[in-house]
């Protein structure tokens, strides 16, 4: 079975799960956020390289106020024990986002999270944070603007590499898998030019029942699928 070296997820489904057990929504975050640690773990022992997963989109921020105070408390505490954990997956976290408008503790500890991982080499694991494609692509294309207005850079210079250097994920290579969780077939705005290739697997679990086995299944569609990049078939798979 091929192991796709990078998977990206939309963990969506907490609300409901929780509403299920007739508990409130933050419980089902609380309980997704324990997936997410889990899925972590699973990620690591089965040789995926990256992981990248979306955490607080920046439409997230319209959900109710508790809500969103309630999500801020768990990447908070995530971020804490990560500190601690990430050596166990040998891992190296990143945020991707616009970090800016997050309150200056949670800033401060996700400098100090990719700091003190920043050497390991085992799962390379993106937290989306505030975090929006088209927002991404709008900072992005900022400071390119501002470049090409300081002469650093020449717009016949500009390719798509030179596009991708400005993107949150620059240096991280694009996903080959995509899993969204919950029944929902969107894209909710994730990722939109590092998806371009990528194959979307959705299934109805909702994320805090996501498993292993879970994962497992979403890498045999994977492998499944007769991947082609414009016609010409990828090496790898062939
Ligand atoms: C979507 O479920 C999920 C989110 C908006 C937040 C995802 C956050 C976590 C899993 C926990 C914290 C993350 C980390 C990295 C520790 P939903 O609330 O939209 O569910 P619904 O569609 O059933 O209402």
């Not at 194959?199 to 109805?204: L, M």
């Not at 679990?205 to 990049?229: H, Q």
Request: net charge negative; hydrophobic share 35%.
């Amino acid at each position: 079975m091929t192991i796709p070296q990078h998977i990206a997820i939309i963990m969506d489904g907490n609300g409901r799960w929780a509403k299920a057990k007739g508990m409130p929504r933050n419980y089902g975050h609380a309980q997704g956020s324990k997936t997410v640690e889990r899925i972590c773990e699973d990620a690591y022992r089965m040789g995926i390289k990256y992981l990248t997963v979306y955490a607080f989109s920046t439409e997230n921020w319209s959900r109710p106020k508790d809500e969103v105070e309630a999500l801020m408390k768990l990447l908070r505490g995530y971020m804490k024990t990560c500190l601690k954990t990430a050596e166990k997956n040998d891992m190296k976290i990143r945020v991707i986002g616009d970090i800016s408008r997050l309150d200056e503790d949670i800033r401060n500890r996700i400098q100090e999270l990719e700091e003190a991982t920043k050497n390991n080499g085992g799962l390379n694991f993106q937290i989306a944070i505030n975090y929006g494609s088209r927002d991404e692509l709008v900072r992005s294309v900022r400071r390119l603007a501002a470049d090409v207005q300081d002469r650093k850079l020449f717009p016949n210079e500009i390719d798509e590499a030179c596009v991708e250097s400005y993107l949150d994920t620059y240096g991280i290579p694009d996903p080959e898998l995509l899993i969204r969780t919950s029944g929902e077939q969107r894209l909710s705005n994730y990722l939109l030019w590092q998806l371009a290739y990528t194959e979307f697997y959705f299934t109805d679990v909702l994320w805090p029942d996501f498993t292993k086995e879970e994962l497992v299944k979403a890498i045999e569609y994977f492998n499944s699928r007769d991947r082609r990049f414009g016609g010409v078939k990828e090496e790898q798979n062939v």
